[in-house]
Every structure is written in structure tokens, then in C-alpha cells.
């Protein structure tokens, strides 16, 4: 079949924009939303993000492409995706995967 192309999404003005808050929202009243962070499984928070596994589907995002985490592991995520980014393909989901793992999570 023929891909669809996908147009180029400004990540600091898509995160700001109505489109995210619903696909925000829309996540937090799915059954993919844990009560907990993905990353260390802290209890849920109103303040906890909303983490991108992916940004291949940026403005187009699965449910599935998305996770709960709080701004501790958030922060961890990225830090460690920055130093996988050229090394791993799928860093950022890899490094959520890692600091999962660190926290003895599976």
C-alpha cells in the first residue's frame, strides 16, 4: 500500500496545543492509563506527565504510544535517551524501558 506521508509537528507548540489536551484527557480516561508511574510505579499524581513513548505518530499518537510517568522519571527518561540517541533506534522507548528496569519493574 502507499504510505501516508506525515507532515512535520512543532513539538513545544503541539504540546500546548487544544489537539493534545483532548488526546491528553482522552489517555487518562482509557484503560491504557495505570494508576501509577510507568517508570518507578509511584501512585498517580495530577501533576505526573504524559510521556511519549515515540514521536514517530507526533499529532497522530496511538494510545498506545503514550505513558503515565512522574517529572522524576520523565527527567530520567530523557537524560538517558540523549546519551542512547544514535546508538539505539527507538532511544526514548528504550531508555523508558531501562529506567523501568531500574526501579525493578518489568
Known amino acids: 500500500g502507499k ?4 507532515k512535520k509537528v512543532n513539538y513545544k507548540r503541539y504540546i500546548k496545543s487544544t489537539q493534545w489536551y483532548a488526546k491528553r484527557d ?3 480516561k482509557s484503560t491504557k492509563t495505570s494508576n501509577r508511574c510507568f517508570g518507578c510505579g509511584l501512585p498517580y499524581r ?4 504524559l510521556h511519549h513513548l515515540t514521536y514517530v505518530r507526533l499529532g497522530e499518537e ?7 510517568v512522574c ?5 530520567e527518561i530523557h537524560k538517558l535517551a540523549k546519551k542512547l540517541r544514535g546508538k539505539v533506534r527507538e532511544h526514548i ?3 523508558t524501558i531501562l ?3 531500574k526501579h525493578g519493574l518489568s
Open 46 to 49: 495530577p501533576h505526573f506527565h
Open 93 to 95: 522507548r528504550e531508555a
Open 3 to 6: 504510505r501516508k506521508s506525515r
Open 99 to 101: 529506567i523501568r528496569m
Open 62 to 68: 496511538l494510545l498506545d504510544d503514550l505513558r503515565i
Open 71 to 75: 517529572p522524576s522519571c520523565h527527567d
Open 26 to 28: 482522552q489517555f487518562l
